[in-house]
Nanobody
């Protein structure tokens, strides 16, 4: 059973930065893709960013130019660097490890989520 443990969430002022980490209990190369989704209150879960086994990245339009996804294969960890944060980035952020390079499936592996709150 694969476990994903997220860390790095918190409260930050608008314009600030945070870095989320997602540590996997196994090799991240065993997954076709890993990434982050987020869910704000009353809204559907949406893709933030993902990185495929081959290193290709995909970002939501709303975070392009502000967020960067990366990985450290030696540490089996995926990161989400978030800059120029906005109040609308407030959500619970979930890490996932997927069986395909496209959108995540409910049957994929998911972390428990980490809260990001952007507020003055």
């Amino acid at each position: 059973q694969v476990q994903l443990v997220e860390s790095g969430g918190g409260l930050v002022q608008p314009g600030g930065s945070l870095r989320l980490s997602c540590a996997a209990s196994g090799s991240i190369f065993s997954f076709a893709a890993m990434g982050w989704y987020r869910q704000a209150p009353g809204k559907q879960r949406e893709l933030v960013a993902r990185i495929t086994n081959g290193g290709s990245t995909t970002y939501a339009d709303s975070v392009k130019g502000r967020f960067t996804i990366s990985r450290d294969t030696g540490k089996n960890t995926v990161y989400l660097e978030m800059n120029s944060l906005k109040p609308e980035d407030t959500a619970v952020y979930y890490c996932y490890a997927g069986s395909r390079v496209s959108s995540a499936l409910p049957s994929d592996y998911w972390g428990r989520g980490t809260q990001v709150t952007v507020s003055s």
